[in-house]
């Protein structure tokens, strides 16, 4: 059985997005590898947005989950609902609810491939900072 898609409100869809952005702008300013944003909205009820980036290390991966959780909570005034991975620190996720973010190390990333696991996902460029994220 499939499960109907609605569509989001305009304001918790912009809210998702702005989520998604600054994570991934935040994981490129800690020096992630790839960062990608995806856009499941249309593909899946659960998630709205993956943010998807690789480390060097897993003190980079700590750095880079340690500093989106602290600026999302501080400046976005939103809190993390959940974690998995940041002991081993080799897959390390952040969740926001309608937004997920994705942390590997290169030999994790490649193995688990979400961008091929999640192809229908439409891309979402990612501005620079400071720039419009609209």
Request: charged share 30%; net charge negative; hydrophobic share 45%.
């Amino acid at each position: 059985m499939t499960m109907p898609l609605t569509e989001p409100t305009t304001a918790s869809a912009d809210r998702a997005k702005e989520l998604a952005l600054a994570a991934a702008r935040l994981a490129e300013e800690m020096r992630g590898i790839d960062v990608r944003v995806l856009d499941l909205r249309k593909i899946t009820p659960v998630f709205d947005y993956f943010v998807i980036a690789t480390g060097s290390s897993r003190r980079q991966m700590h750095a880079m989950a340690d500093e989106i959780e602290t600026v999302l909570k501080k400046e976005l005034k939103d809190r993390k609902r959940g974690g998995e991975g940041y002991e081993e620190g080799r897959w390390i996720v952040l969740d926001y609810g309608n937004v997920m973010v994705h942390l590997f190390d290169a030999e994790a990333r490649e193995y688990w491939d979400l961008e091929h696991l999640w192809s229908d996902a439409v891309p979402v460029p990612v501005p620079a900072a400071g720039a419009a994220t609209r």
